[in-house]
């Protein structure tokens, strides 16, 4: 490839990955916020729109001269492949480039770091890509989401609570997956699939089976020195308080997981319908949660002043409730004259691995500009 050519790939995913962070945008608009020429722009716009990568999806209006064409990624383009590793199953998707799920199934396999269950696991996603008549040509990459510490130039998961792990190679992941694979901390993936055009910036609040976050910062992951950023759930919230799994006492964990509302056998769908029924014990132990995910919320916005997303399972049924945890976070803060600044998840379902196949897309875009995978995609889109 000519120093030349190298340049004009590098500007055209350059694009690619302007258009993932927003969305739409004017060849004026893609000029001015890559520094690009005019003639560049419209050179490398207008190879990736022949190509098929782009397309244009109207006009903006009219200033009295010729209207301005909108450009988008093609979704049907390219598709990215999410897995979710979970403590009882794994999560499979498959996204477009606009990481909307296209295909979902889900493997009974309980987690072991054994041979076997890479087996079975391998087995598993094979299975799913051939019943479903998945075009693999069309993968550009894989995302696994997985509960730990991921080091990703290492490739290797530091350390896993959950599934008592420590020192783990991605390389068995690897054999098991026939595209090229990137790894991230479940909370990770899961922030990643809630950016928007309009949020950006923000911290995300996973309240799940272990509680967790992660933080976006101008549409990037903020992973941390140590790969740590985001351990929201091991925040010391009552000092000497209730165990958590990870040793110490009085962790953010053991209050706003799952578990510190329904009892023992009960689903969540259970839960808040007794809630919703008026069932005072339920309503009780509800209130004591808000009150703590109350005080929790407003140390983070103290911490780092930025919009907060409430996610995780207990998210997907926030959004009824948002006004009483404004209520209850307007009794710890006081330098907020309104909180305005919580918001329920928009990603209700297949969350994390769709967030994970999303990452995936963006890390290894580029080879959508490989001659040989452009040759196969423009065939196949």
Known sequence: MTSGNAGKKQNQYRILQLLW?????TRQDIAQK???????TLQNTNELLEYGILQECGAMESTGGRRAKKLVLNEN????LGID?????????ITNLHGRVMIQDTLPLIFRDEIEWYHAFQQGLHTFLHDNDVETARIIGAGLSFPGIIDGEAEQIIRSHIFQLEH???DRFKKC??????????ANCVCFAERSVEHTTYLYLSLNESVGGAMMLDSRLELGDTWQKGEIGHMLL???????????????????????LRKEGQSLDDFFMKVEQGDVDSCKRWDEYMDHLAIMVTNLRMLCDEDII??????????????QLNAKAAQYDRFARDVDYIYPCTRKTHAFAAGASMIAMERYGSRLLDDNMLMKLRKKS
């Open 310 to 323: 409430i996610g995780g399972v207990v998210g997907t049924y926030m959004k009824p409730y948002m006004e």
């Open 177 to 186: 997956i026939p595209f090229p694979l990137i790894a991230a901390n479940d």
């Open 238 to 260: 009552f000092p000497g308080g209730k165990q958590c799994y990870c040793g110490k006492h009085g962790c953010a964990d053991p209050y706003l997981s799952p578990n510190a």
């Open 34 to 40: 890559l520094n690009l020429s005019m003639p560049t």
């Open 21 to 25: 962070k927003e969305g739409t945008l």
């Open 77 to 80: 383009f390219g598709l990215g």
């Open 85 to 93: 590793i979970a403590l009882q199953h794994v999560e499979l998707v």
């Open 168 to 170: 783990v190679s991605l």
